[in-house]
Structures are given as structure tokens and as C-alpha cells.
């Protein structure tokens, strides 16, 4: 593949553009203007914020510039501006912009949020007047009059529901026709404000509006107004919540064939043709570099398929539903996006095996929703066989799997695993990392499957080899300390060094430091940092003899689990002042408590 395309060009070119700028505005002014206006475009769309907001206000024609936007590119780029400081934006924007706008900010689930709804009139009332009725004339009454019902209440003398003295304090009018009392004092200044604006300028709205307050029915206005809403937001990939649950459906990966895609049948729609000339926009802004996804992505765009990016973009809408992700919250948004594009990158990889002629075929043939599906499914597998793995032992037994048992980080990672959506602990594949996070390749995947056989392998080993239950092995939970496999594997070596068995009884401390002279190299009193060749050598000789029986996999395995407990145990104790043994602070054996 090429080292650049589409999505990697224009943000250099328009930040030579803006570098220019701050040197000499006039010729950078010029420069701009002189380009085709679908380049304008793609230059305004490939930076963010307030980069991108400079270039339009370069244009002769910034309003054909901003309107020419998605509107979701418009709303994100209020949002990383601020909506407060970039009025000069939404004056510029179209009605649907502006709409767009409101259905993400101003409801939660099926509810107004009235106090955002008045965030935004006050912002709209900010704008030049014209511009404002337009933006208002264009949201659906019905909103409106939900908003209004919540903080007025309006009074016809010539049709009275109620009975009530006009000439009250508490009451204004702007045409002695309709007389309003604001329920709320802190929202007077504004509720009058824009019902001021739209009886100066459209007096059909206005009396249309307070007739609603007076006679539609609060919840069925609302509802009207929320099914407006959802029958747009579908159209942008904002389906309801059920719908859009069916990306994170369970598909068997080996089932998924490319050969079987239908896409390149049909072509892209209108929606996503709209993103051809978009480059680097908010949806790809968080691609990681050197990321597969990233590099498919390029090499489409670099044929032509630039459309994709809009379907890119409904698949994050509808994952911004299922996970209840509020689109206001940038981070959170951000961090979702990263999600998605593990997920696709994680499915491209397994249907390619990493071949990037292999995944264009696939992004041209199969939908990203279904390659997203691929791809969660891959760890949704892995937790279906972990599952197995704990139930086909009795150490994990019980309402929720005992994962006490597995020493970190094999516990850790099983947690994250056993979740709804599988996580990988990166303590795994980082020895000092401590976080959750999604699968991002298929190494991840590899190693998640040899770190199940692994904890089969271990439970195996206390089990069928050892021939322990997790009722054989005592109390071990005395002071609070908590046993793992390691812990009953290094008590039943001390056990068969000091009494010649290999059992995971219970040690005192002189057994315990009867175990230790003999395991460690000794100088003075302190524990050296070596264990005796000889013990070492008989250990390893005796799990050798018990795991002779044991099919080769599993044996090298339950070997390499024995090696890694002796390293432990090295680490650990070496340096420990045997004259100053206390259980409280001795890790990895049941002791007794005096």
C-alpha cells in the first residue's frame, strides 16, 4: 500500500494553509478562495474545532461551507468549540443542522430535557433574529410545545378552561388575546424574550404554539414529538434501543464467509455518499496509527470507496444507542469510537488473515455491521469457552465461578473475560499494566485461548494429578489470608521437604523455616537470591514422575505452571531475615496460626 491517501493529504494541505494564515491572513485568504470549492470542503473537513472553524471563516462563502457539512459533523464540531463560543457557526448552519442538534442534546431516552431545551433557545436567541425564526419555524411544534407547556401556563378571555383575574401581576401580554403567567421565575427573562421574537416576526407560530399550550395533551404532544425525533435519528443510525442491541448479536466467526457479502450488490445510499469528500473526520479521528482497520480504510479511500466512512458512521450511531452512550460527552464518545474500531479490526484481521487485498474484498462485500459482529464475537467465544472451563472443574464451583483460585494476573484476566462485553486485563500482555480494555488484535485473541488451556490445565493438575478437592485442601482461609494454586502447590512441596509428603497440609513456622533453608542458598540468616540446584532438581524430577501420564500439551503446560511458581517463591523470599518470620506477612502457604 501507499505510505498516504485521502485521509492523510488534506490535513497536511490545510494546515499549511492555516500556518500561512498567522503570517498573512490576505494571502491565505486568497489561497483558499482560489481552490475548487468541493477541495474547500475536504480541507475544512479534514481538522477539528477551531482549525476548522478558521478555515470556513476564510471562505467568501462560509455559510455554503458549513451547511455543506454532515450534520454530525456539525454537531461534533460545536461540541469540541463550545457551543457558547461558536455562535458564529450557528448562524451559518441550516435548519435540519440545527435540529439535528436538538434531537441529540435535549432528551434523555423518551423524555424533554427542558433545561437543555432552554440552553438552546437562549443560544438560537443569540443569533441574528432572521436567522433564529428560521431555525425555529423548522423544529417541530410539537417539541416546542412540549418545551412551553412545562413553563407556562396561557390564558384566552374568549375561551376559558379556568377561571382567572387578567389583570394580575403575575400575567403579561403581547396582543390582550393570550395572557401568560411563566410557572418559573428563573426562566421568565427568556421564555419572554422568545415568544417576543417569534410575534414580531411570525405570528402564525406564535399563536399557533400558545394554542397547543392551551388545548394539546401534555404526554401525547411529548410522545408526538419523540417519534418525530426517532424517525430522523433512524435515518442517521440512531435506531431504537432494541434495534440497535442486534449489532452485538453472537455470529459463529467461522460461519462468516466473504464470498457471501451482498453489499457490492447494491451500492452505497445518499447518507453515506455524503461522506465521500469528508476526510478525517470525528468518526476517524481516533484510528489508531498502525492499526490494520486504519490501513484498509486508506487504501479504500484511495479507491474510491470513500462512502464507507458513512457507513462507518452509522455503525458508531447505532453503538452510541446500545451502550447508552450520550453523544454530548466527547470523551465518552471517543472512547466508544476506539471500541468500535477494535471490534472491526479484530473482525477484518480473521476474515483476511491479514491480508489487505483480502479485507478490502471484505469491506466491499460484507456490511461493517457484520464485520463488527465477527469481530465481538471472536471474544464473546472465548468467554463461552472459559465458561466451560470453570464448569468442568469443582475448584470453581458455586453461584459465581470461585476465581480466588487462579493467582494473578490468570485472575484478573478471567474476570474481565466473564464480562457481558469480554475485556482483556493488560497485565497480560504488560507486566506492570492494571487496566480492562477491549481485544484489539488477533494476538490478543491467540493468547486469551492459550491463557484458558492454561487455567484448565492448572485446575487439572491440583485435580486429577494431585488428586485434590477444594474440600481436601483445610482451612484455607485462616487470618484473612487467601490459598490460590500456587499457594497449595508450594505448601505440598514444603510438606513433602519437611515431612515427606506431598500434601498441602498446614505448616508451622519452624517446618516453614525448615522448608526454606532447604529450598534457598543461606547466608547468615537471610534467605540468598538462588534456590538450591538440588532442590530444585528434585522438585522438578518428582512433577516429572507424577506428570508422566499426562498427555504431552497439558504436561508441558502443568510444567511450565510449576516452573513459574518456584520463580515466585524466589521472588519473594529471597533477602527474608529468617530469625524475623511472621505469618502475617508471609505469602504463598497455609500456616498454622500459632
Given at each position: 500500500?501507499?505510505?498516504?491517501?485521502?485521509?492523510?493529504?488534506?490535513?497536511?494541505?490545510?494546515?499549511?494553509?492555516?500556518?500561512?494564515?498567522?503570517k498573512?491572513?490576505?494571502e491565505?485568504?486568497?489561497?483558499?478562495?482560489?481552490?475548487?470549492?468541493?477541495?474547500?470542503?475536504?480541507?475544512?473537513?479534514s481538522?477539528?474545532?477551531?482549525?476548522?472553524?478558521?478555515?470556513?471563516?476564510?471562505?467568501?462563502?462560509?455559510?455554503?461551507?458549513v451547511?455543506?457539512?454532515?450534520?454530525?459533523?456539525?454537531?461534533?464540531?460545536?461540541?469540541?468549540?463550545?457551543?457558547?463560543?461558536?455562535?458564529?457557526?450557528?448562524?451559518?448552519?441550516s435548519?435540519?443542522?440545527?435540529?439535528?442538534?436538538?434531537?441529540?442534546?435535549?432528551?434523555?431516552?423518551n423524555?424533554?430535557?427542558p433545561?437543555?431545551?432552554?440552553?438552546?433557545?437562549?443560544?438560537?436567541?443569540?443569533?441574528?433574529?432572521?436567522?433564529?425564526?428560521?431555525?425555529?419555524?423548522?423544529?417541530?411544534?410539537?417539541?416546542?410545545?412540549?418545551?412551553?407547556?412545562?413553563?407556562?401556563?396561557?390564558?384566552?378571555?374568549d375561551?376559558?378552561i379556568?377561571?382567572?383575574?387578567?389583570?394580575?401581576?403575575?400575567?403579561?401580554?403581547?396582543d390582550?388575546?393570550?395572557?401568560?403567567?411563566?410557572?418559573?421565575?428563573?426562566?421568565?427573562?427568556?421564555i419572554?424574550?422568545?415568544?417576543?421574537?417569534?410575534?414580531?416576526?411570525?405570528q402564525?407560530?406564535?399563536?399557533?404554539?400558545l394554542?397547543?399550550?392551551?388545548?394539546?395533551?401534555?404526554?401525547?404532544?411529548?410522545?408526538?414529538?419523540?417519534?418525530?425525533?426517532?424517525?430522523?435519528?433512524?435515518?442517521?443510525g440512531?435506531?431504537?434501543?432494541?434495534?440497535?442491541?442486534?449489532?452485538?448479536?453472537?455470529?459463529?466467526?467461522?460461519?462468516?464467509?466473504?464470498?457471501?457479502?451482498?453489499?457490492?450488490?447494491?451500492?452505497?445510499d445518499?447518507?453515506?455518499?455524503?461522506?465521500?469528500?469528508?476526510?478525517?473526520?470525528?468518526?476517524?479521528?481516533?484510528?489508531?496509527?498502525?492499526?490494520?482497520?486504519?490501513?484498509?480504510?486508506?487504501?479504500?479511500?484511495?479507491?474510491?470507496?470513500?462512502?464507507?466512512?458513512?457507513?462507518?458512521?452509522?455503525?458508531?450511531?447505532?453503538?452510541?444507542?446500545?451502550?447508552?452512550?450520550?453523544?454530548?460527552?466527547?470523551?465518552?464518545?471517543?472512547?466508544?469510537?476506539?471500541?468500535?474500531?477494535?471490534y472491526?479490526?479484530?473482525g477484518?484481521?480473521?476474515?483476511s488473515?491479514?491480508?489487505?487485498?483480502?479485507?478490502?474484498?471484505?469491506?466491499?462485500?460484507?456490511?461493517?455491521?457484520?464485520?463488527?459482529?465477527?469481530?465481538?464475537?471472536?471474544?464473546?467465544r472465548?468467554r463461552?469457552?472459559?465458561e466451560?472451563?470453570?464448569?468442568e472443574?469443582?475448584?470453581?464451583?458455586g453461584?459465581?465461578?470461585?476465581?480466588?483460585?487462579?493467582d494473578?494476573?490468570?485472575?484478573?484476566?478471567a474476570?474481565g473475560?466473564?464480562?457481558?462485553?469480554?475485556?482483556?486485563?493488560?497485565?497480560?500482555?504488560?507486566?506492570?499494566?492494571?487496566?480492562?480494555?477491549?481485544?484489539?488484535?488477533?494476538e490478543?485473541i491467540?493468547?486469551?485461548?492459550?491463557?484458558?488451556?492454561?487455567?484448565?490445565?492448572?485446575?487439572?493438575?491440583?485435580?486429577?494429578?494431585?488428586?485434590?478437592?477444594?474440600?481436601d485442601?483445610?482451612?484455607?482461609?485462616?487470618?484473612?489470608?487467601?490459598?490460590?494454586?500456587?499457594?497449595?502447590?508450594?505448601?505440598?512441596?514444603?510438606?513433602?521437604?519437611?515431612?515427606?509428603?506431598?500434601?498441602?497440609?498446614?505448616?508451622?513456622?519452624?517446618?516453614?523455616?525448615?522448608?526454606?533453608?532447604e529450598?534457598?542458598?543461606v547466608?547468615?540468616?537471610?534467605?540468598?537470591?538462588?534456590?538450591?540446584?538440588?532442590?530444585?532438581?528434585?522438585?522438578?524430577?518428582?512433577?516429572?514422575?507424577?506428570?508422566?501420564?499426562?498427555?504431552?500439551?497439558?504436561?508441558?503446560?502443568?510444567?511450565?505452571?510449576?516452573?513459574?511458581?518456584?520463580?515466585?517463591l524466589?521472588?519473594?523470599?529471597?533477602?527474608?531475615?529468617?530469625?524475623?518470620?511472621?505469618?502475617r506477612?508471609?505469602?504463598?502457604?497455609?500456616?498454622?496460626?500459632s
Open positions: 500500500m501507499k505510505d498516504s491517501g485521502p485521509i492523510e493529504i488534506m490535513p497536511f494541505k490545510a494546515q499549511q494553509i492555516l500556518k500561512l494564515f498567522k498573512d491572513p490576505l491565505a485568504e486568497r489561497r483558499f478562495n482560489a481552490l475548487p470549492f468541493i477541495e474547500k470542503v475536504a480541507l475544512v473537513l481538522v477539528r474545532g477551531k482549525d476548522r472553524e478558521r478555515l470556513i471563516l476564510l471562505s467568501k462563502e462560509p455559510e455554503r461551507l451547511q455543506r457539512m454532515p450534520e454530525e459533523e456539525f454537531y461534533y464540531t460545536l461540541k469540541e468549540i463550545g457551543e457558547r463560543d461558536a455562535l458564529t457557526l450557528l448562524e451559518l448552519a435548519p435540519k443542522q440545527i435540529a439535528f442538534c436538538l434531537d441529540l442534546e435535549v432528551w434523555k431516552k423524555r424533554l430535557k433545561q437543555e431545551m432552554l440552553k438552546w433557545i437562549e443560544l438560537l436567541l443569540d443569533c441574528d433574529e432572521e436567522r433564529a425564526v428560521e431555525a425555529f419555524r423548522n423544529l417541530d411544534q410539537e417539541l416546542l410545545i412540549t418545551l412551553l407547556q412545562r413553563y407556562l401556563k396561557v390564558y384566552k378571555p375561551a376559558p379556568e377561571e382567572v383575574e387578567l389583570d394580575r401581576d403575575d400575567l403579561f401580554t403581547l390582550h388575546h393570550y395572557y401568560i403567567r411563566v410557572k418559573f421565575k428563573q426562566a421568565e427573562e427568556l419572554e424574550r422568545f415568544l417576543d421574537l417569534l410575534f414580531r416576526w411570525d402564525a407560530l406564535y399563536r399557533d404554539l394554542e397547543g399550550v392551551i388545548w394539546e395533551v401534555p404526554g401525547e404532544v411529548e410522545e408526538l414529538a419523540r417519534r418525530w425525533r426517532q424517525g430522523r435519528l433512524s435515518d442517521k440512531f435506531p431504537e434501543w432494541e434495534e440497535a442491541m442486534e449489532i452485538y448479536s453472537f455470529v459463529n466467526p467461522e460461519l462468516v464467509d466473504i464470498d457471501k457479502g451482498i453489499k457490492d450488490s447494491y451500492g452505497p445518499e447518507e453515506m455518499k455524503r461522506w465521500q469528500e469528508v476526510g478525517s473526520n470525528f468518526y476517524l479521528l481516533p484510528l489508531p496509527k498502525g492499526s490494520f482497520l486504519k490501513e484498509v480504510l486508506e487504501e479504500a479511500s484511495r479507491q474510491g470507496l470513500d462512502w464507507i466512512r458513512g457507513e462507518m458512521v452509522l455503525l458508531c450511531n447505532k453503538a452510541m444507542v446500545a451502550e447508552n452512550v450520550d453523544p454530548s460527552n466527547l470523551e465518552a464518545v471517543r472512547e466508544l469510537l476506539l471500541r468500535v474500531y477494535d472491526l479490526n479484530l477484518l484481521s480473521f476474515l488473515k491479514g491480508d489487505p487485498k483480502e479485507a478490502l474484498r471484505a469491506v466491499r462485500k460484507l456490511y461493517l455491521k457484520e464485520i463488527f459482529q465477527l469481530g465481538y464475537s471472536l471474544t464473546v472465548l463461552h469457552k472459559l466451560r472451563t470453570l464448569r472443574s469443582p475448584w470453581f464451583e453461584k459465581k465461578p470461585r476465581l480466588s483460585w487462579l494473578p494476573p490468570l485472575r484478573e484476566f474476570d473475560l466473564l464480562r457481558k462485553k469480554p475485556m482483556l486485563f493488560e497485565g497480560v500482555v504488560e507486566p506492570r499494566g492494571v487496566n480492562y480494555r477491549p481485544f484489539r488484535t488477533l490478543e491467540y493468547l486469551a485461548e492459550e491463557l484458558i488451556a492454561d487455567i484448565k490445565a492448572i485446575a487439572e493438575l491440583h485435580f486429577s494429578v494431585y488428586g485434590l478437592k477444594p474440600s485442601e483445610g482451612e484455607t482461609r485462616k487470618g484473612g489470608r487467601e490459598l490460590t494454586f500456587k499457594g497449595l502447590t508450594l505448601t505440598a512441596i514444603a510438606n513433602k521437604e519437611v515431612k515427606g509428603e506431598f500434601f498441602p497440609d498446614t505448616l508451622n513456622l519452624k517446618e516453614l523455616r525448615a522448608f526454606l533453608e529450598a534457598f542458598v547466608e547468615g540468616q537471610r534467605l540468598g537470591n538462588a534456590l538450591k540446584g538440588a532442590f530444585v532438581t528434585r522438585t522438578v524430577a518428582f512433577f516429572e514422575e507424577i506428570l508422566s501420564p499426562v498427555e504431552p500439551k497439558q504436561r508441558e503446560r502443568m510444567k511450565r505452571f510449576l516452573h513459574e511458581t518456584l520463580n515466585d524466589l521472588d519473594e523470599y529471597q533477602g527474608l531475615d529468617l530469625e524475623g518470620l511472621d505469618p506477612f508471609l505469602k504463598w502457604f497455609m500456616l498454622k496460626e
